[in-house]
């Protein structure tokens, strides 16, 4: 999933790139190629690509473009320690709330735990792991495909806070929490 969000990035920044000088590749000092250490600076983070793009003076429509098209990161800030991480700084671990049946389950209920899950285009929840921070499991309410985060939350809470639903509902109006009315 994250491999095929780098290779999206890398992919819009360097035609955004050719798009605006006209060249397919920027020559920097040395004759070094640019839109490869742009692409770099992007995936380690959001900040540091934009520092990159400002300090080659393309600053403004560049960057414009490059939030109207959505070529970003994914920052989830982890509710224990409050760090804003971007996604290298994290491990993906699938769909939140899944409902784990115990000792005794119908065969059913376990192909349903282990193998079905939700998979939207647009409002998801997942869990994350702040793994080269703190270590603890979170969940996050984001949309898979603008990549808009509505918050994150302690993996302990057993189904999204109400004004994390409020939030995704100003956007998703149609959007519902599993079985609210």
């Known amino acids: 999933m994250l491999e095929n969000v780098f290779l999206t990035n890398r992919i819009q920044l360097a035609d955004l790139l050719a798009s605006i000088t006209g060249t397919e590749a920027m020559q920097g000092i040395g004759g070094q190629t640019i839109h490869c250490s742009v692409g770099h600076n992007l995936q380690l983070s959001n900040i540091f690509g934009r520092q990159a793009i400002r300090s080659m003076g393309l600053g403004g429509e560049l960057e414009a473009r490059m939030l109207d098209e959505g070529v970003r990161m994914l ?107």
């Open 75 to 181: 920052i989830l800030t982890c509710p224990y320690c409050g760090v804003a991480c971007d996604e290298t700084e994290l491990s993906p671990g699938g769909e939140a709330h899944v409902k784990r049946h115990g000792p005794g389950a119908s065969d059913e209920d376990f192909e349903a735990y282990q193998f079905i899950r939700e998979n939207p285009k647009g409002v998801h929840l997942e869990r994350w792991r702040h793994a080269a921070g703190c270590g603890k499991w979170f969940h996050a309410a984001r949309h898979t495909v603008s990549m808009k985060v509505w918050g994150t939350y302690p993996a302990q809470t057993l189904e999204p806070p109400s004004e994390i639903r409020e939030a995704i509902r100003a956007d998703h109006p149609e959007w519902r929490w599993r079985d609210e009315a």
